[in-house]
């Protein structure tokens, strides 16, 4: 059974930094064809952060380019995200996911707060 937990979340100032983990369990790290990082504010569709291909390509979302950087680790079954300069916008429930060739997996998410 797959499990992906996300952590790390909380409540910072405008301007501040925040990482986030996320574990992957129960798949074979060379099985995950995709994974990475979306977001959802109250009232607002989910919205792409930053998406990692197994072959090393990155995609980040528009809105937090230059900010935060996506990183795993050597296992390939972690994933962090490293949030800086972070805005009041930035508040949303973030969520992350690894995709297989059959499903794709989410966690429940991780609440982060920026206090302006």
């Known amino acids: 059974q797959v499990q992906v937990v996300e952590s790390g979340g909380g409540l910072v100032q405008a301007g501040g930094s925040l990482r986030l983990s996320c574990t992957v369990s129960?798949?074979?790290?060379?099985?995950?064809?995709?994974m990475g990082w979306y977001r959802q504010a109250p009232g607002a569709q989910r919205e792409l952060v930053v998406m990692?291909?197994?072959?090393?390509?990155?995609q980040y979302g528009d809105s937090v380019k230059d900010r935060f950087t996506f990183s795993r680790d050597n296992s390939g079954n972690t994933m962090y995200l490293q949030m800086s300069s972070l805005k009041p916008e930035d508040t949303a429930v973030y969520l992350c996911?690894?995709?297989?060739?059959?499903?794709?997996?989410w966690g429940q998410g991780t609440q982060v707060t920026v206090a302006s």
């Open positions: 996911v690894a995709h297989t060739r059959r499903n794709s997996h």
């Open positions: 990692r291909a197994r072959a090393g390509a990155y």
């Open positions: 129960g798949v074979d790290s060379s099985s995950i064809t995709y």
